[in-house]
Protein backbone atom coordinates (compact mmCIF):
# COMPACT_ATOMS: atom_id res chain seq x y z
CA UNK A 1 0.00 0.00 0.00
CA UNK A 2 1.16 3.67 -0.83
CA UNK A 3 2.59 5.42 2.46
CA UNK A 4 -0.33 7.79 2.63
CA UNK A 5 -2.21 9.13 5.92
CA UNK A 6 -5.33 11.32 6.63
CA UNK A 7 -5.97 12.26 9.96
CA UNK A 8 -8.14 12.30 11.62
CA UNK A 9 -10.77 9.50 9.84
CA UNK A 10 -13.94 11.16 11.70
CA UNK A 11 -14.79 14.76 12.65
CA UNK A 12 -17.59 16.25 14.12
CA UNK A 13 -17.53 19.93 14.54
CA UNK A 14 -19.37 22.95 15.09
CA UNK A 15 -20.40 25.82 12.41
CA UNK A 16 -17.80 28.71 12.40
CA UNK A 17 -15.11 26.72 14.10
CA UNK A 18 -11.85 26.09 12.36
CA UNK A 19 -10.75 22.86 11.58
CA UNK A 20 -7.79 21.25 10.05
CA UNK A 21 -7.57 17.80 8.47
CA UNK A 22 -3.79 16.55 7.78
CA UNK A 23 -2.37 14.09 4.58
CA UNK A 24 1.27 12.37 5.81
CA UNK A 25 2.60 10.66 3.05
CA UNK A 26 6.16 8.50 2.76
CA UNK A 27 6.59 8.26 -0.85
CA UNK A 28 8.55 11.53 -1.40
CA UNK A 29 5.93 12.29 -4.59
CA UNK A 30 5.80 15.61 -5.52
CA UNK A 31 2.37 16.44 -6.02
CA UNK A 32 -0.70 16.26 -3.68
CA UNK A 33 -4.13 16.95 -3.49
CA UNK A 34 -7.36 17.53 -1.53
CA UNK A 35 -10.83 16.36 -3.15
CA UNK A 36 -13.92 16.59 -1.37
CA UNK A 37 -16.66 14.19 -2.26
CA UNK A 38 -20.68 13.88 -2.59
CA UNK A 39 -22.94 12.33 -3.73
CA UNK A 40 -24.00 13.08 -7.27
CA UNK A 41 -21.05 15.22 -7.83
CA UNK A 42 -17.77 12.17 -7.38
CA UNK A 43 -14.53 13.80 -6.48
CA UNK A 44 -14.15 17.38 -6.70
CA UNK A 45 -10.66 19.01 -6.32
CA UNK A 46 -10.53 21.43 -3.43
CA UNK A 47 -6.57 22.57 -3.67
CA UNK A 48 -3.07 21.02 -5.40
CA UNK A 49 0.31 21.26 -4.30
CA UNK A 50 3.44 20.58 -6.62
CA UNK A 51 6.14 21.29 -4.22
CA UNK A 52 6.70 22.54 -1.31
CA UNK A 53 5.16 25.84 -0.38
CA UNK A 54 4.15 25.88 -4.16
CA UNK A 55 0.25 25.64 -4.38
CA UNK A 56 -2.76 26.06 -6.01
CA UNK A 57 -6.59 26.55 -6.39
CA UNK A 58 -9.15 23.30 -7.59
CA UNK A 59 -12.89 24.21 -8.96
CA UNK A 60 -14.17 24.38 -4.93
CA UNK A 61 -11.28 25.99 -3.31
CA UNK A 62 -13.52 28.66 -1.60
CA UNK A 63 -13.76 28.50 2.26
CA UNK A 64 -10.72 26.39 2.23
CA UNK A 65 -6.79 27.22 2.39
CA UNK A 66 -3.34 24.92 2.25
CA UNK A 67 -0.09 24.80 3.60
CA UNK A 68 2.68 22.43 2.58
CA UNK A 69 5.93 23.33 4.45
CA UNK A 70 7.57 20.13 3.41
CA UNK A 71 7.28 17.32 1.33
CA UNK A 72 5.51 14.88 3.48
CA UNK A 73 2.57 17.40 4.66
CA UNK A 74 -0.07 18.71 2.95
CA UNK A 75 -2.95 20.59 5.50
CA UNK A 76 -6.15 21.30 4.72
CA UNK A 77 -7.88 24.19 7.07
CA UNK A 78 -11.58 25.20 7.11
CA UNK A 79 -11.09 28.40 8.51
CA UNK A 80 -14.83 28.59 9.88
CA UNK A 81 -16.62 25.58 9.28
CA UNK A 82 -20.25 25.69 7.34
CA UNK A 83 -23.06 23.14 7.24
CA UNK A 84 -22.24 22.91 3.41
CA UNK A 85 -18.71 21.62 4.04
CA UNK A 86 -19.84 18.23 5.71
CA UNK A 87 -17.89 15.95 3.48
CA UNK A 88 -15.88 12.83 3.10
CA UNK A 89 -12.64 14.43 2.18
CA UNK A 90 -9.90 12.58 0.12
CA UNK A 91 -5.97 12.99 -0.22
CA UNK A 92 -4.20 11.71 -2.86
CA UNK A 93 -0.20 11.98 -3.81
CA UNK A 94 1.23 11.13 -7.49
CA UNK A 95 4.86 11.62 -8.73
CA UNK A 96 5.93 13.44 -11.77
CA UNK A 97 4.50 12.69 -15.38
CA UNK A 98 1.46 10.24 -16.10
CA UNK A 99 2.32 8.23 -12.69
CA UNK A 100 -0.76 7.41 -10.93
CA UNK A 101 -2.23 8.33 -7.99
CA UNK A 102 -2.59 6.78 -4.86
CA UNK A 103 -5.20 7.77 -2.13
CA UNK A 104 -5.73 7.96 1.54
CA UNK A 105 -8.41 5.85 3.33
CA UNK A 106 -10.27 9.68 3.62
CA UNK A 107 -11.82 12.12 6.44
CA UNK A 108 -15.31 12.26 6.71
CA UNK A 109 -16.15 15.60 8.53
CA UNK A 110 -19.63 16.65 9.67
CA UNK A 111 -20.30 20.23 10.30
CA UNK A 112 -23.62 20.51 12.89
CA UNK B 1 -11.10 22.64 -20.66
CA UNK B 2 -10.09 19.29 -19.52
CA UNK B 3 -13.17 16.97 -19.00
CA UNK B 4 -13.61 13.21 -18.52
CA UNK B 5 -17.37 12.24 -19.18
CA UNK B 6 -18.49 8.55 -17.46
CA UNK B 7 -21.27 6.37 -18.13
CA UNK B 8 -23.52 5.15 -17.67
CA UNK B 9 -24.22 6.21 -13.41
CA UNK B 10 -25.07 3.00 -12.77
CA UNK B 11 -25.29 -0.02 -14.50
CA UNK B 12 -26.51 -3.03 -12.43
CA UNK B 13 -26.02 -6.82 -13.93
CA UNK B 14 -26.82 -10.51 -13.32
CA UNK B 15 -23.98 -12.76 -12.00
CA UNK B 16 -21.89 -13.43 -15.57
CA UNK B 17 -23.31 -10.72 -17.74
CA UNK B 18 -19.96 -9.04 -19.54
CA UNK B 19 -20.42 -5.47 -19.80
CA UNK B 20 -18.94 -2.54 -20.39
CA UNK B 21 -18.06 1.07 -18.68
CA UNK B 22 -17.31 4.24 -20.68
CA UNK B 23 -14.72 6.71 -19.84
CA UNK B 24 -15.04 9.37 -22.31
CA UNK B 25 -12.39 12.47 -22.02
CA UNK B 26 -11.01 15.55 -23.76
CA UNK B 27 -7.57 16.33 -22.12
CA UNK B 28 -5.29 17.79 -23.95
CA UNK B 29 -1.83 16.27 -23.94
CA UNK B 30 -2.90 13.01 -22.41
CA UNK B 31 -0.50 11.66 -20.51
CA UNK B 32 -2.05 8.85 -18.50
CA UNK B 33 -5.42 7.64 -17.83
CA UNK B 34 -6.18 6.07 -14.82
CA UNK B 35 -9.12 3.54 -13.88
CA UNK B 36 -10.33 3.37 -10.09
CA UNK B 37 -12.22 1.11 -7.67
CA UNK B 38 -14.17 2.81 -4.60
CA UNK B 39 -15.82 0.70 -2.55
CA UNK B 40 -18.28 2.38 0.07
CA UNK B 41 -16.39 4.32 3.23
CA UNK B 42 -13.14 3.31 1.66
CA UNK B 43 -10.82 5.87 -1.04
CA UNK B 44 -10.18 4.90 -4.43
CA UNK B 45 -8.09 2.35 -5.66
CA UNK B 46 -5.31 2.30 -8.46
CA UNK B 47 -6.83 -0.67 -10.86
CA UNK B 48 -4.89 0.13 -14.23
CA UNK B 49 -2.98 3.09 -15.92
CA UNK B 50 -3.27 3.49 -20.09
CA UNK B 51 -0.75 5.35 -21.57
CA UNK B 52 -1.35 5.03 -25.50
CA UNK B 53 -3.92 4.59 -27.54
CA UNK B 54 -4.43 0.63 -28.32
CA UNK B 55 -2.80 0.03 -25.01
CA UNK B 56 -4.99 -2.83 -23.12
CA UNK B 57 -4.59 -3.91 -19.64
CA UNK B 58 -5.88 -6.55 -17.75
CA UNK B 59 -6.47 -7.64 -14.06
CA UNK B 60 -9.06 -10.58 -13.61
CA UNK B 61 -12.33 -10.07 -14.63
CA UNK B 62 -11.36 -6.69 -15.57
CA UNK B 63 -9.56 -5.18 -18.89
CA UNK B 64 -8.91 -2.01 -19.65
CA UNK B 65 -8.30 -0.09 -23.37
CA UNK B 66 -7.67 3.06 -24.24
CA UNK B 67 -8.19 4.83 -27.73
CA UNK B 68 -7.40 8.37 -28.86
CA UNK B 69 -11.35 9.88 -27.27
CA UNK B 70 -12.05 7.09 -25.01
CA UNK B 71 -11.44 4.49 -22.57
CA UNK B 72 -13.39 1.66 -22.01
CA UNK B 73 -13.26 -0.85 -18.70
CA UNK B 74 -14.93 -4.17 -19.73
CA UNK B 75 -15.96 -6.39 -17.35
CA UNK B 76 -16.17 -10.52 -18.10
CA UNK B 77 -18.52 -12.91 -16.21
CA UNK B 78 -18.98 -10.25 -13.40
CA UNK B 79 -19.36 -11.85 -9.62
CA UNK B 80 -21.00 -9.98 -6.66
CA UNK B 81 -17.70 -8.79 -5.05
CA UNK B 82 -17.25 -6.54 -8.38
CA UNK B 83 -19.93 -4.37 -7.07
CA UNK B 84 -17.88 -0.90 -6.56
CA UNK B 85 -18.07 2.90 -8.11
CA UNK B 86 -15.22 3.02 -10.86
CA UNK B 87 -13.71 5.95 -11.26
CA UNK B 88 -11.79 7.43 -14.29
CA UNK B 89 -9.44 9.90 -14.34
CA UNK B 90 -7.05 11.72 -16.84
CA UNK B 91 -3.59 13.66 -16.30
CA UNK B 92 -1.83 15.69 -18.79
CA UNK B 93 1.84 17.12 -18.09
CA UNK B 94 1.86 18.73 -14.47
CA UNK B 95 -1.78 19.59 -14.74
CA UNK B 96 -3.73 18.37 -11.80
CA UNK B 97 -6.03 14.83 -12.38
CA UNK B 98 -9.85 14.89 -13.05
CA UNK B 99 -11.50 12.55 -12.20
CA UNK B 100 -14.89 11.32 -14.46
CA UNK B 101 -18.02 10.96 -11.82
CA UNK B 102 -18.13 7.07 -11.80
CA UNK B 103 -20.20 4.45 -12.75
CA UNK B 104 -21.88 2.59 -9.71
CA UNK B 105 -22.31 -1.30 -10.40
CA UNK B 106 -24.20 -3.78 -8.84
CA UNK B 107 -23.76 -6.93 -9.65
CA UNK B 108 -26.54 -9.63 -8.35
CA UNK B 109 -26.38 -13.23 -7.65
Known amino acids: DAGITQSPRHKVTETGTPVTLRCHQT?????MYWYRQDPGHGLRLIHY???????DKGEVSDGYSVSRSKTEDFLLTLESATSSQTSVYFCAIHGTGGTEAFFGQGTRLTVV | EDQVTQSPEALRLQEGESSSLNCSYTVSGLRGLFWYRQDPGKGPEFLFT???AGEEKEKERLKATLTKKESFLHITAPKPEDSATYLCAGVSGNTPLVFGKGTRLSVIA
Open chain 2, 50 to 52: LYS
Open chain 1, 49 to 55: SYGVKDT
Open chain 1, 27 to 31: ENHRY
